[in-house]
């Protein structure tokens, strides 16, 4: 028999950066985890990946996840191939995004290893993938679909729904309800007026709300992304340049595609040649027409969106645009520059100042794409210093998180006040600003709760 204490939430990650997204609600002696992220960014932050998981992977009875981005969802085979024998439950947009994501997520780790033994970059001998590509195929296993606005029993006497939160395909707010009290966790809120994603469903009344705080201390830039866009491949394909766009591979691609096609079928942009090198986002492409009640786009917008790109799949086909040069437009993941083939483009295209890289959202602190945010002149790539001379753009319009401002106007719109909100999910600047503006203009009981810390549901503070 399972011992009984009141419920409680443990802030597992997210909680002084904006990667990590772990959240471990005990009820009734059961213990379901919200979201399994990786972290990202600084190397202190990665390490946190590799020590044991701070709760025995065994004794965790459900995970339930908000979206597929790998800082949600990256660390599931690892917890899988370490114990966890329970349901992973996702919308079924996560589950087939996620089918996508961890196979390839493991397949990068085992490559990374390789060329690191390689290259002899490591202090680990051999180094060693945090988890294969085989280790993420068998935590598919795992996953149970359920739709949006339908409650769903989780071990606990929890219940468990997911509400639309726009972002990407399949994101989810995610609403327990668990003896007598409501626990309300955002997931990464999109915008109101995304291009492509329908905006986040209203909040509730709850008693405890967790909510992130990726872009809590600013504000999107008010111009026109799509003419911003134009303007910058306008004058990059006049001096022949290739304009690199670091794109995350589901949910940022289909965005900057879809500026694409407006562009050129308006004559906005020189007719160059687009390549869309990544083979998870053509392969996302099918999920978004199978989910088509999920996003804006019309039939034939959603057509003429994919044919903008010659879709690169194979890995010698990706090398040869290295060779090709200017005038292109080649659209690559991962978004930050933490890997995947936008690294090989960077290393042939990143020293020639002819050139563009266009960073098309958010770079967490410590990723390659913070650096090149921040005036950064150099890269280690594949143990490689390589210099960057190519312009930099980072394009913060065509984000697909909600803002500061984004943020507040949807909680305001709530019909009263939680007992308390966390701000998780943010760099620690932006989740004090964040708690800052909630405070003030809001009046709510609000605070930042600390890495690993736990807080009863009962009486939160």
Known sequence: MREQHPPTLRFLGATDTVTGSRYLVR???????????????????????????????ANIDAVVLTHAH?????????????????????????????KLLLPDSGYLQEEEARYADHAGSTSHHPPAPLYTAADAVRSLDSFISRDFDAPFPLPGGIEATFLPAGHILGAAQVHLRLGGRTVHFTGDLGRANDPLMYPPRA????????TESTYGNREHPAGNPEAELGAIITRVAKRQGVIMIA?????????????????????????????????????????????????????????????????????????????????????????????????????????????????????????RGASLAAGGKYLR??????RIEAEVIQMEGLSAHADSTGIIEWMKAAPQAPSMTYITHGEPDASDALRARIKHQLGWKVRVPEHLETISLENPR
């Open 27 to 57: 009820s009734q002696g059961r213990q379901v985890l919200v979201d399994c992220g990786l972290f990202q960014g600084y190397k202190r932050l990665r390490d946190r990946n590799r020590v044991p998981f701070p709760v025995n992977p």
């Open 70 to 98: 790998l800082d949600h969802t990256g660390y599931i085979p690892a917890l899988v191939r370490d114990g966890f024998r329970g349901p992973v439950y996702a919308t079924a947009g996560t589950t087939e995004l996620c």
């Open 203 to 210: 909040l509730e009344p709850v008693n405890v709300l967790v």
């Open 247 to 367: 794109a995350f591979a589901v949910g940022r691609a289909e965005t900057v595609l879809l500026h694409l096609s407006r562009l050129l079928a308006k004559g906005a942009i020189p007719p160059i040649p687009v390549y869309l090198n990544s083979p998870m986002a053509i392969d996302a492409s099918g999920m978004y027409q199978r989910h088509r009640e999920e996003h804006r786009l019309k039939d034939r917008e959603f057509e003429a969106m994919y044919k903008v790109a010659v879709p690169v799949r194979s890995p010698d086909e990706s090398k040869l645009l290295n060779l090709r040069g200017g005038p292109m437009i080649i659209i690559s993941a991962s978004g930050m520059l933490t890997g995947g083939r936008i690294l090989h483009h960077l290393a042939s295209y990143g020293p020639d100042r002819r050139n563009a890289i266009i960073l098309s959202g958010y770079q967490a602190g410590g990723t």
């Open 381 to 386: 790539i594949y143990g490689q210093e390589v």
